[in-house]
Protein backbone atom coordinates (compact mmCIF):
# COMPACT_ATOMS: atom_id res chain seq x y z
CA UNK A 1 0.00 0.00 0.00
CA UNK A 2 1.36 3.51 -1.03
CA UNK A 3 2.26 6.18 1.87
CA UNK A 4 0.51 9.43 2.09
CA UNK A 5 4.40 10.88 1.36
CA UNK A 6 3.95 8.50 -1.75
CA UNK A 7 0.51 9.55 -3.11
CA UNK A 8 1.27 13.81 -2.81
CA UNK A 9 4.44 12.81 -4.82
CA UNK A 10 3.16 11.14 -7.52
CA UNK A 11 0.38 13.91 -7.52
CA UNK A 12 2.74 16.69 -7.95
CA UNK A 13 5.20 15.07 -9.80
CA UNK A 14 2.04 14.81 -12.36
CA UNK A 15 1.20 18.90 -11.88
CA UNK A 16 4.62 19.42 -13.11
CA UNK A 17 4.54 17.11 -15.97
CA UNK A 18 1.52 18.97 -17.21
CA UNK A 19 -0.80 15.45 -17.70
CA UNK A 20 -3.06 17.85 -18.33
CA UNK A 21 -12.70 -2.84 -17.42
CA UNK A 22 -13.97 -5.81 -16.59
CA UNK A 23 -17.73 -5.92 -16.12
CA UNK A 24 -20.10 -7.77 -14.20
CA UNK A 25 -23.51 -8.92 -14.47
CA UNK A 26 -23.95 -8.28 -10.76
CA UNK A 27 -24.82 -4.78 -8.61
CA UNK A 28 -21.49 -4.14 -7.49
CA UNK A 29 -21.03 -0.75 -9.05
CA UNK A 30 -22.95 1.13 -6.16
CA UNK A 31 -25.13 3.63 -8.28
CA UNK A 32 -24.54 6.73 -6.20
CA UNK A 33 -25.89 9.30 -9.02
CA UNK A 34 -29.57 7.59 -8.78
CA UNK A 35 -29.77 9.99 -5.08
CA UNK A 36 -32.63 12.27 -4.99
CA UNK A 37 -31.44 16.23 -4.85
CA UNK A 38 -31.00 16.74 -1.37
CA UNK A 39 -29.41 13.04 -0.31
CA UNK A 40 -26.52 11.72 0.73
CA UNK A 41 -24.81 8.63 1.22
CA UNK A 42 -21.68 7.88 3.26
CA UNK A 43 -18.67 5.51 1.72
CA UNK A 44 -15.33 4.05 2.97
CA UNK A 45 -12.96 4.18 -0.23
CA UNK A 46 -10.06 0.76 0.09
CA UNK A 47 -6.75 0.56 -1.47
CA UNK A 48 -6.20 -0.80 -4.58
CA UNK A 49 -5.88 -4.79 -4.81
CA UNK A 50 -3.15 -3.66 -7.38
CA UNK A 51 0.17 -2.57 -4.91
CA UNK A 52 2.00 -1.22 -7.72
CA UNK A 53 -0.40 1.18 -8.15
CA UNK A 54 0.26 4.39 -5.92
CA UNK A 55 -3.22 5.82 -5.60
CA UNK A 56 -6.33 4.00 -4.74
CA UNK A 57 -7.82 4.93 -7.71
CA UNK A 58 -7.85 4.41 -11.72
CA UNK A 59 -8.52 6.42 -14.41
CA UNK A 60 -10.65 5.69 -17.30
CA UNK A 61 -10.30 8.28 -20.51
CA UNK A 62 -12.94 7.61 -23.26
CA UNK A 63 -13.26 9.11 -26.47
CA UNK A 64 -17.00 10.13 -27.84
CA UNK A 65 -17.61 9.78 -31.55
CA UNK A 66 -21.08 11.15 -32.92
CA UNK A 67 -22.12 9.72 -36.30
CA UNK A 68 -24.81 11.20 -37.94
CA UNK A 69 -27.02 7.95 -37.75
CA UNK A 70 -26.80 4.08 -38.76
CA UNK A 71 -25.31 3.77 -42.52
CA UNK A 72 -28.38 1.71 -44.59
CA UNK A 73 -31.01 2.97 -41.84
CA UNK A 74 -33.31 5.68 -43.20
CA UNK A 75 -34.73 6.09 -39.76
CA UNK A 76 -31.69 6.47 -37.82
CA UNK A 77 -30.50 9.49 -35.70
CA UNK A 78 -27.41 10.03 -34.46
CA UNK A 79 -25.28 7.50 -32.40
CA UNK A 80 -22.36 7.98 -30.36
CA UNK A 81 -19.56 5.39 -30.19
CA UNK A 82 -17.03 5.31 -26.80
CA UNK A 83 -13.64 4.43 -27.89
CA UNK A 84 -10.86 4.22 -25.30
CA UNK A 85 -8.30 6.94 -25.00
CA UNK A 86 -4.90 5.29 -25.36
CA UNK A 87 -3.38 7.59 -23.29
CA UNK A 88 -4.61 6.07 -20.03
CA UNK A 89 -2.15 2.97 -21.10
CA UNK A 90 0.52 5.60 -21.56
CA UNK A 91 0.54 5.47 -25.30
CA UNK A 92 0.16 8.36 -27.43
CA UNK A 93 -3.71 8.74 -28.68
CA UNK A 94 -4.00 8.79 -32.58
CA UNK A 95 -7.29 10.99 -32.20
CA UNK A 96 -5.73 13.31 -29.37
CA UNK A 97 -2.76 13.76 -31.13
CA UNK A 98 -5.06 15.39 -33.95
CA UNK A 99 -7.59 17.23 -31.64
CA UNK A 100 -4.68 18.61 -29.06
CA UNK A 101 -3.07 21.16 -31.57
CA UNK A 102 -6.98 22.24 -32.31
CA UNK A 103 -6.53 24.52 -28.87
CA UNK A 104 -4.41 26.60 -30.42
CA UNK A 105 -6.55 28.16 -32.98
CA UNK A 106 -9.55 30.22 -31.23
CA UNK A 107 -12.01 29.14 -34.13
CA UNK A 108 -11.70 25.10 -34.21
CA UNK A 109 -12.00 25.09 -29.66
CA UNK A 110 -15.87 24.37 -30.10
CA UNK A 111 -14.86 21.18 -31.88
CA UNK A 112 -11.52 20.15 -30.23
CA UNK A 113 -13.77 20.04 -26.87
CA UNK A 114 -16.69 18.12 -28.49
CA UNK A 115 -14.00 14.90 -29.09
CA UNK A 116 -11.74 16.09 -26.02
CA UNK A 117 -11.35 12.40 -24.07
CA UNK A 118 -13.94 12.20 -21.04
CA UNK A 119 -12.66 11.32 -17.78
CA UNK A 120 -13.77 8.98 -14.72
CA UNK A 121 -12.41 7.72 -12.11
CA UNK A 122 -12.90 4.13 -10.63
CA UNK A 123 -12.86 3.60 -6.90
CA UNK A 124 -13.77 0.64 -4.40
CA UNK A 125 -14.62 0.51 -0.98
CA UNK A 126 -18.05 0.04 1.36
CA UNK A 127 -21.09 2.00 1.42
CA UNK A 128 -21.44 3.11 5.32
CA UNK A 129 -24.98 5.07 4.79
CA UNK A 130 -26.82 3.86 2.02
CA UNK A 131 -28.99 6.94 1.10
CA UNK A 132 -30.33 5.10 -2.20
CA UNK A 133 -31.99 2.24 0.60
CA UNK A 134 -30.92 0.06 -1.97
CA UNK A 135 -33.44 -2.84 -2.06
CA UNK A 136 -31.17 -5.41 -3.06
CA UNK A 137 -26.92 -5.88 -2.15
CA UNK A 138 -24.36 -7.85 -3.31
CA UNK A 139 -22.98 -10.87 -1.36
CA UNK A 140 -19.63 -9.11 -1.46
CA UNK A 141 -20.14 -5.40 0.39
CA UNK A 142 -16.90 -3.95 -1.26
CA UNK A 143 -18.72 -1.69 -4.13
CA UNK A 144 -16.87 -0.08 -6.81
CA UNK A 145 -17.15 3.42 -7.66
CA UNK A 146 -17.55 5.80 -10.83
CA UNK A 147 -16.27 9.02 -9.91
CA UNK A 148 -16.27 12.08 -11.94
CA UNK A 149 -14.18 15.19 -12.31
CA UNK A 150 -16.21 17.00 -9.66
CA UNK A 151 -16.11 14.62 -6.87
CA UNK A 152 -12.27 13.91 -8.22
CA UNK A 153 -11.50 16.59 -7.50
CA UNK A 154 -12.67 17.16 -3.68
CA UNK A 155 -10.85 13.41 -3.18
CA UNK A 156 -7.70 14.94 -4.31
CA UNK A 157 -7.95 18.32 -2.38
CA UNK A 158 -7.57 16.19 0.68
CA UNK A 159 -4.97 14.01 -0.24
CA UNK A 160 -2.47 17.15 -1.18
CA UNK A 161 -3.43 18.96 2.13
CA UNK A 162 -0.53 18.98 4.68
CA UNK A 163 -2.91 18.57 7.78
CA UNK A 164 -4.30 15.14 6.75
CA UNK A 165 -1.93 12.56 8.66
CA UNK A 166 -2.94 9.47 7.44
CA UNK A 167 -4.61 7.84 4.55
CA UNK A 168 -8.29 8.17 4.20
CA UNK A 169 -7.84 4.26 3.30
CA UNK A 170 -6.28 3.12 6.59
CA UNK A 171 -7.76 0.40 8.09
CA UNK A 172 -7.37 2.29 11.41
CA UNK A 173 -6.92 5.78 11.04
CA UNK A 174 -9.24 6.85 7.62
CA UNK A 175 -12.29 8.47 7.29
CA UNK A 176 -15.13 8.18 5.32
CA UNK A 177 -16.87 10.34 2.36
CA UNK A 178 -20.24 11.89 1.91
CA UNK A 179 -21.58 12.18 -0.98
CA UNK A 180 -24.43 14.96 -1.17
CA UNK A 181 -26.09 15.47 -4.02
CA UNK A 182 -28.04 18.95 -5.16
CA UNK A 183 -28.40 20.94 -8.40
CA UNK A 184 -27.04 23.72 -10.25
CA UNK A 185 -28.16 25.21 -13.42
CA UNK A 186 -30.39 22.17 -14.60
CA UNK A 187 -27.54 19.66 -13.76
CA UNK A 188 -26.61 17.53 -10.84
CA UNK A 189 -24.12 19.42 -8.45
CA UNK A 190 -21.63 17.01 -6.07
CA UNK A 191 -19.59 20.29 -5.21
CA UNK A 192 -20.56 19.66 -1.17
CA UNK A 193 -19.23 16.21 -0.69
CA UNK A 194 -16.87 16.30 1.85
CA UNK A 195 -14.49 13.78 3.77
CA UNK A 196 -15.64 13.03 7.55
CA UNK A 197 -13.46 15.25 10.30
CA UNK A 198 -13.70 12.08 12.32
CA UNK A 199 -11.24 8.80 11.62
CA UNK A 200 -13.30 5.74 11.91
CA UNK A 201 -11.54 2.51 12.20
CA UNK A 202 -13.32 -0.62 10.12
CA UNK A 203 -15.76 -2.54 12.03
CA UNK A 204 -15.56 -6.11 12.45
CA UNK A 205 -17.77 -6.70 9.55
CA UNK A 206 -15.75 -4.23 7.20
CA UNK A 207 -12.38 -6.50 8.16
CA UNK A 208 -13.80 -9.99 7.46
CA UNK A 209 -15.06 -8.76 3.96
CA UNK A 210 -11.47 -7.59 3.00
CA UNK A 211 -10.13 -11.06 4.86
CA UNK A 212 -12.71 -13.15 2.70
CA UNK A 213 -13.67 -11.12 -0.72
CA UNK A 214 -10.33 -9.79 -1.10
CA UNK A 215 -9.52 -6.42 -2.77
CA UNK A 216 -10.56 -5.68 -6.88
CA UNK A 217 -7.57 -4.89 -9.14
CA UNK A 218 -9.09 -2.04 -10.54
CA UNK A 219 -7.26 -1.71 -13.68
CA UNK A 220 -9.06 -4.93 -14.84
CA UNK A 221 -12.30 -2.71 -14.84
CA UNK A 222 -11.14 -0.57 -17.51
CA UNK A 223 -11.85 -1.25 -21.43
CA UNK A 224 -9.03 -3.69 -22.96
CA UNK A 225 -5.95 -2.06 -24.51
CA UNK A 226 -6.87 -1.65 -28.51
CA UNK A 227 -4.59 -3.66 -31.01
CA UNK A 228 -2.64 -1.84 -33.96
CA UNK A 229 -5.31 -2.82 -36.56
CA UNK A 230 -8.57 -1.29 -33.66
CA UNK A 231 -6.56 1.90 -33.28
CA UNK A 232 -6.46 2.23 -37.19
CA UNK A 233 -10.19 1.58 -36.94
CA UNK A 234 -10.42 3.93 -34.10
CA UNK A 235 -8.63 6.80 -36.14
CA UNK A 236 -10.72 5.88 -39.38
CA UNK A 237 -14.61 6.72 -36.88
CA UNK A 238 -12.98 9.48 -35.99
CA UNK A 239 -12.23 10.99 -39.44
CA UNK A 240 -15.51 10.33 -40.05
CA UNK A 241 -17.83 11.07 -37.65
CA UNK A 242 -15.95 15.02 -38.59
CA UNK A 243 -16.81 14.57 -41.49
CA UNK A 244 -20.26 14.21 -40.39
CA UNK A 245 -20.33 10.28 -41.91
CA UNK A 246 -22.98 7.73 -40.46
CA UNK A 247 -21.81 4.74 -38.97
CA UNK A 248 -20.77 1.97 -40.90
CA UNK A 249 -21.77 -1.02 -39.60
CA UNK A 250 -19.96 -2.90 -42.24
CA UNK A 251 -16.39 -1.67 -41.41
CA UNK A 252 -16.39 -0.94 -38.17
CA UNK A 253 -19.20 -2.99 -36.36
CA UNK A 254 -17.02 -6.01 -35.86
CA UNK A 255 -15.10 -3.64 -33.63
CA UNK A 256 -17.24 -1.15 -31.61
CA UNK A 257 -20.20 -0.38 -31.59
CA UNK A 258 -22.93 2.71 -31.08
CA UNK A 259 -24.17 2.97 -27.31
CA UNK A 260 -26.37 0.62 -27.13
CA UNK A 261 -26.46 -2.05 -29.89
CA UNK A 262 -24.72 -5.33 -28.85
CA UNK A 263 -21.24 -5.69 -29.00
CA UNK A 264 -19.00 -7.75 -31.00
CA UNK A 265 -16.25 -10.10 -30.75
CA UNK A 266 -13.21 -7.87 -31.55
CA UNK A 267 -14.89 -4.52 -29.41
CA UNK A 268 -12.31 -3.47 -27.39
CA UNK A 269 -14.53 -2.67 -24.67
CA UNK A 270 -16.67 -5.59 -24.38
CA UNK A 271 -19.58 -4.44 -22.53
CA UNK A 272 -22.82 -4.77 -22.95
CA UNK A 273 -25.02 -1.54 -22.63
CA UNK A 274 -26.35 -2.48 -19.79
CA UNK A 275 -22.48 -2.37 -18.34
CA UNK A 276 -21.94 0.93 -20.14
CA UNK A 277 -24.52 3.01 -19.09
CA UNK A 278 -23.64 2.25 -15.62
CA UNK A 279 -19.98 3.23 -16.56
CA UNK A 280 -21.14 6.52 -18.53
CA UNK A 281 -24.24 7.36 -16.32
CA UNK A 282 -21.96 9.34 -13.77
CA UNK A 283 -19.77 10.97 -15.65
CA UNK A 284 -22.02 12.74 -17.51
CA UNK A 285 -24.50 13.46 -14.82
CA UNK A 286 -21.61 15.30 -12.84
CA UNK A 287 -19.44 16.94 -15.64
CA UNK A 288 -22.53 18.21 -17.91
CA UNK A 289 -19.51 20.02 -19.29
CA UNK A 290 -16.17 18.23 -19.52
CA UNK A 291 -13.01 20.56 -19.03
CA UNK A 292 -11.00 21.45 -21.85
CA UNK A 293 -7.40 20.10 -21.83
CA UNK A 294 -6.21 22.86 -19.48
CA UNK A 295 -3.11 20.79 -18.91
CA UNK A 296 -1.20 22.11 -21.89
CA UNK A 297 -1.01 25.70 -21.25
CA UNK A 298 -0.49 26.79 -25.35
CA UNK A 299 -4.24 24.97 -25.91
CA UNK A 300 -5.97 27.47 -24.48
CA UNK A 301 -9.95 27.77 -22.74
CA UNK A 302 -12.52 25.87 -25.04
CA UNK A 303 -16.17 27.03 -24.80
CA UNK A 304 -19.39 25.30 -26.53
CA UNK A 305 -18.99 22.44 -28.71
CA UNK A 306 -21.48 23.15 -31.73
CA UNK A 307 -19.87 23.56 -35.18
CA UNK A 308 -20.48 23.84 -38.69
CA UNK A 309 -20.36 21.38 -41.20
CA UNK A 310 -17.87 23.45 -43.09
CA UNK A 311 -15.76 24.02 -39.86
CA UNK A 312 -15.68 20.41 -39.88
CA UNK A 313 -14.39 20.14 -43.48
CA UNK A 314 -11.74 22.40 -42.93
CA UNK A 315 -10.32 19.81 -39.84
CA UNK A 316 -10.75 17.28 -41.57
CA UNK A 317 -8.76 18.69 -44.79
CA UNK A 318 -5.64 19.38 -42.23
CA UNK A 319 -5.95 16.46 -40.97
CA UNK A 320 -5.79 14.57 -44.32
CA UNK A 321 -2.71 16.97 -45.02
CA UNK A 322 -0.86 16.28 -42.32
CA UNK A 323 -1.08 12.44 -43.43
CA UNK A 324 0.61 13.42 -46.60
CA UNK A 325 3.54 14.71 -45.34
Known amino acids: MASLAEIRAKLKESEQ ?17 NLKEGQEATVRFLPDGNSDNTFFWVERAMIKLPFAGVKGQTDSKQVIVQVPCVEMYGDTCPILSEVRAWFKDPSLEDMGRKYWKKRSYIFQGFVVEDGLKEESTPENP ?55 RRERPLNDLEQAAVKQHGLYKLSDYLPKKPTEVELKVMKEMFEASVDGEAFDMDRWGQYFKPAGMSQGTGDPVKASSRDHDEDDTPAMTQTPRDPAPVADKDEGKSTASATSDSRAQDILAMIRNRQKQ
Do not use: C, M
Not at 23 to 29: A, F, K, L, P
Open 17 to 33: RGSGERTGGDNSIYPFW
Open 142 to 196: IRRFIIGPQIFQLIRSALVDPELEDLPTDYVHGIDFRLIKSSKGGYADYSTSKWS
